[in-house]
């Protein structure tokens, strides 16, 4: 089950964000629909193979720097054989990467100040 939290900042900028998993973070047909190019080719490598042991994929917080937005990030990981791989699909609007964000602590992607977090809820 997922998170959703609101990031909001002084000068206006607010977003929502789905992270984390839900139901369909162990199915193959939105890893088809939301990983492009090298990140797909790379894990139907791995696949054909028959060195796919395990995946998953979950949103994680990121911001995509020609768009300037704050975005829930598609990143899957899966194991080939016992080395995990992490890749990262492309930002949904530009088809550019977008950066992803481990820290706690969010900058505003339009003015640069600290946003404020809350979580708001579950989601799945
Ligand atoms: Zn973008
Ligand atoms: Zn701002």
Known sequence: MGQTIRYACECGYKKELHLGGGFLSNQV?????????????????ANKKGALTRFFWEYKRAVCPACEELLALPVLRYWERDRERIRQAPCPTCGGGAKLNPDKEQVCPKCGARMAAERTGLWD
């Open 29 to 45: 047909e939105p890893v088809r629909e939301k990983f492009g190019g090298s990140a797909l080719a790379a894990y139907d490598r």
